[in-house]
């Protein structure tokens, strides 16, 4: 079972940077792709960005493309982060780190078979 644990949440102001980091209990780097989905309070979870193993491959919603970064870290295999820039009252949510066993990405939250507990961004004006 591969345990997955985020952080770096906080509440900052819109305008505003932030940096995620998920951690998992194995390295992830040459056998699970990992991403990023986001839950608004009253709305479904929604995909934010992907990255495959190897760390090659990147994807992102479009939501989020120009302002947001998913990447590894080369050096310890198991921790990825999402490095969030100019972000908007809209990006507010308990951000999600997934985790699926194979190399390509995927948007879609039920490919994905591990999950963090969470980590609530807020962004106010």
């Known amino acids: 079972q591969v345990q997955l644990v985020e952080s770096g949440g906080g509440l900052v102001q819109a305008g505003d940077s932030l940096k995620l980091s998920c951690t998992t209990s194995?390295?992830?780097?040459?056998?699970?792709?990992m991403a990023w989905f986001r839950q608004a309070p009253g709305k479904e979870r929604e995909f934010v960005a992907a990255i495959s193993w190897g760390y090659s491959i990147t994807d992102y919603a479009n939501a989020v493309t120009g302002r947001f970064t998913i990447s590894g870290d080369n050096a310890k295999l198991n921790t990825i982060y999402l490095q969030m820039n100019s972000l908007k009252p809209e990006d507010t949510a308990v951000y999600y780190c997934?985790?699926?066993?194979?190399?390509?990405?995927?948007?879609?939250?039920?490919?994905?078979?591990?999950w963090g507990q969470g980590t609530q961004v807020t962004v106010s004006l």
């Open positions: 194995t390295r992830t780097f040459t056998k699970y792709a």
């Open positions: 997934a985790g699926r066993i194979g190399s390509g990405t995927s948007s879609e939250p039920n490919e994905y078979q591990y």
